[in-house]
């Protein structure tokens, strides 16, 4: 019996049903079950298949994003985020006159800003040195 957890076999089978052609899936799980067999492991199928509803789940979450914008949006940025995105987003939007124009995107960890005002305090202080 091998080392390999039912979360790491479920990422691997995901990974590599997510990277093919879904023609090619039932290949790609015919060769999974027969590597669980080899490795004496076919008794962790179901718990595996748990881990996988798990992952395909998180994946299906809606994304959720701030965006602020100077003043009303228009909803093509909406729809073009989306793509960006390769999904479906949950916007919570604000409006802050303060940055002039442009857009702040915040997304989990990540910080996009776009503002016309921290352009303009980016050149300023070019402008200083």
């Known amino acids: 019996m091998s080392n390999i957890t039912p979360l790491q076999y479920a990422q691997a089978l995901y990974d590599a049903v997510s990277e093919t052609n879904p ?14 067999v080899e490795r004496g492991n076919l008794e ?4 595996i298949e748990e881990e996988f509803h798990k992952l395909a789940q998180k994946s299906k979450e809606m994304q ?45 960890d990540t910080l996009i800003d776009a503002s016309v005002k921290t352009q303009l305090e980016n050149l300023n202080k070019l402008l200083k040195k």
Request: hydrophobic content about 45%; charged content about 30%; proline content about 2%.
């Open 44 to 47: 962790l199928h179901s718990d």
């Open 64 to 108: 959720k994003v701030e965006v602020t914008f100077a003043h009303e949006h228009n909803p093509k940025i909406l729809n073009d985020l989306n793509a960006i995105l390769q999904g479906e987003a949950k916007f919570k939007m604000n409006i802050d006159a303060g940055i002039i124009g442009g857009i702040i995107v915040r997304i989990e």
């Open 23 to 36: 023609k090619d899936h039932d290949k790609v799980i015919d060769n999974f079950e027969r590597i669980l």
